[in-house]
């Protein structure tokens, strides 16, 4: 909305609702208190002149309500609207629906001013009595409901303009934010206003008439154009409500007849706050809604013609496959049966297997016993050459004693037969001495006969003597020769023990080495036989997996089976899907159609 739009919607609900204040309910009012008071034609032209004044003074309040208006519009021009969010468009159009019911404020100001200011100048022109000044106290209880439904009516019909423009037609308001009045409410408000404005009127004149204060005869023409003006004023309040209900009832009609002619894009305005302009907003909503679903179903409409083209393409497709899928289930079948073949062959082997894996751990768990024993005689050896070392070692050290003894006796016997030759050397001089003894025994005689006999023993001593230093010396030799081979024997045993010492290192060193290679052995035979059995364990279980694999296939190929069957079946459907999908094609091709009529 530009400022022209806005200057001609103000001026227009301006100049209607004084139009309709000073044509209708000014001159209305005026011959009421004419007829009422029973005013001469001075006081009658003075009333004229008073209401004329505060009627003029009175647009005050037209001016407020005119530049009110202005502001509210001003948020509608093109710059400052598209500023304003969500929120802020809202509340413009809940103001402007709001405001034909805020506007009854402004016309109660304006007339309680006018009415008691016409009064007041009145005083100027002349003092009225009570007669004359209660006719005022009627006017707000005759004027204020007829003058304020039809200024909410025309108010409203105005800003329907507005409220049915492009620009405020979409836009959703609170409904806790918009004051709500029934078609109820403006029905009964109208008719209680066209009813109570004749029963004062006419009830006061009435009673006028018969409490004698004024004569209605003297009042014919007053009374007549007070009955015109009223039935004036009732016509247009009839008129304006017709014209309300007419409006919103109007575009209820030509939103259903575009509906009923496929237009889906049209909205109903909120031009009022009754049941038919609240109605509007819960319609658009049920339009939006199946414009959606109609657009939705457009568009699965394209795509349902288009995927039943594909699944009519597909279902042949697929058809051939089928047929390509069913050759090659019999030759699977053929393959399975094969493959059963070869794993019943295989469990058998596994069969086999098993058994050598089994007969070779009992066989490793006996070669591990024996050289578990073979261990343990290696262990007695190692000790038994330790204590042969020992033993040996002993020996030595006893042979080179004996060595050291015999050295030592075959010096004793050396220097025996030294002593021996000493003996001998002795004997000769005692042969000597005693054959000298003899001789001079001999030469001595009788008195030497004793001596001869003495140096005789002596002799004979001496050859003993002599003959035990040869047998001695004899001895001694054949000591000598005994401990010289003594010695050479001990000698060559000490050699011979050494050897034995020497070899027994060597060969313990061997057990030591074959010992330890027997515990490589053990280690290695206890890993081999938990190899095996690892290996008796997978062989049981090849075994075992093996016939399951039989069974497996057997099942497999009784499966293959009903696939094959299956895939018969599936052959038969996917040719009945066919036919299926060119109908669907067709009914696609044909919604399509339909829906195309509606314009979203």
Known sequence: MDKRESWKVRWKITIGMEVMTSVLAVPLAVLFIIAAGAYDFGKALALIICAGVSLFTSFVVPTVRFLYLGRVFRSLETERWTKLNA?????????????PLYNTGFYVVQWSYGIFSAWNYMHYFFRP???????????????????????????????????????????????TNVRKVPIFARIFATIVAI????????????????????????????????GFFMLVTVAVASYLLAASIRKNSGNMVDIFAGMSNGDLISELPMISTDELGRSGKALNEFVKRLRVIVKSVIREADRLSESSKKLEENTKELSRKMQDQAAATEQMSAGVEEIAASITSTASRADGQAEIAKKATESLAELEGRIRQVHLALSETKADADRMKSETSKGTHALQGTTRAMAEIEESTTRMGSTVNVIHEITDRIGLLSLNAAIE???????????????????????????????????????????????????????VFEKIGHTVTTTLNRVSEVAELSDYQLSASAAVRSAFGDLTHSAEEIRNHTQEQAQTSGEFSKTIVAISETTELLNRVVEEIDSLAERLATQSTALKGDVAFFQT
Request: aromatic fraction near 8%; charged fraction near 20%; proline fraction near 3%.
């Open 87 to 99: 929120a802020g468009k809202s509340r413009i159009k809940e103001k402007l629906l709001n405001f």
């Open 129 to 175: 009595t009570f007669l004359e000044s209660m006719p005022f106290a009627f006017l707000p209880a005759i004027i204020y409901p007829i003058l304020g439904v039809s200024h909410f009516f025309m108010t409203e019909s105005i800003l329907s303009q507005v409220l049915e423009s492009d620009q405020l037609i979409g836009i959703q308001v609170h409904e």
């Open 195 to 226: 009813s109570l404005m004749p029963v004062i009127i006419f009830g006061y004149l009435l009673f006028e008439e018969t409490a004698g204060w004024v004569k209605l005869g003297n009042i014919t023409v007053p009374l007549l154009l007070t």
């Open 441 to 495: 025994a001999a030469r001595a005689g009788e008195a030497g006969k004793g001596f001869a006999v003495v140096a005789q023993e002596i002799s004979k001593l001496g050859e003993q003597t002599q003959e035990n230093a040869k047998r001695i010396r004899s001895a001694i030799k054949d000591a000598l020769s005994a401990t010289k081979s003594g010695r050479e024997v001990i000698e060559s045993t000490q050699v």
